[in-house]
C-alpha cells in the first residue's frame, strides 16, 4: 500500500523546536516533490513549505521563512521539516504530501499533490 507515514509531532514551549519527519512506503520517495502543510480547526489549509527533486526548488511561506527548514533524503525516502522558534499560533495539524507531477518543481498548493501523510499535531504552549 502506497502511503505517507508522518511522525514526530507533540507538545513544545513557545520558542522551542521540533522536528517532523515523513516516510514513503509502498513507493519511491525520489521523484516527487514534497509539501508541507497545516491546519487549523475551523480555517483552511495553508501551504507552509516544499521541496522538488534533488533540492533543485525550495519554497517556504513568509510566515515560516527563516525559521522552518524542509530537507529529504532520498536514500531513506524521508522528508523532514525543521521548526524553530515555534508559536503558540502555529498550533495545528502537520500534513506532508507528495506530488509525482511536480516532481522537478514545487508549489504551495495543495491540489497538486497525489499523497498525504496521515497528519501530526504540533501544540505549542504558552
Known amino acids: 500500500q502506497e502511503q505517507l507515514v508522518q511522525s514526530g509531532g507533540g507538545l513544545v514551549h513557545l520558542g522551542g523546536s521540533l522536528k517532523v519527519s515523513c516516510v514513503a512506503s509502498g513507493f519511491s520517495l525520489d521523484r516527487y516533490a514534497i509539501g508541507w502543510f497545516r491546519q487549523v480547526p475551523g480555517k483552511m489549509r495553508e501551504g507552509i513549505s516544499c521541496?522538488?527533486?534533488?533540492?533543485?526548488?525550495?519554497e517556504y511561506a513568509d510566515s515560516v521563512n527563516g525559521r522552518f527548514t524542509v530537507s529529504r533524503d532520498n536514500a531513506k525516502d524521508t522528508a523532514y521539516l525543521e521548526m524553530n522558534s515555534l508559536k503558540p499560533e502555529e498550533t495545528a495539524v502537520y500534513y506532508c504530501?507528495?506530488?509525482?507531477?511536480?516532481?522537478?518543481?514545487?508549489?504551495?498548493?495543495?491540489?497538486?499533490?497525489?499523497?498525504w501523510g496521515q497528519g501530526i499535531q504540533v501544540t505549542v504552549s504558552s
Open positions: 504530501a507528495a506530488s509525482y507531477r511536480w516532481g522537478p518543481s514545487c508549489r504551495l498548493r495543495s491540489a497538486i499533490y497525489e499523497y
Open positions: 521541496i522538488s527533486i534533488n533540492d533543485g526548488r525550495i
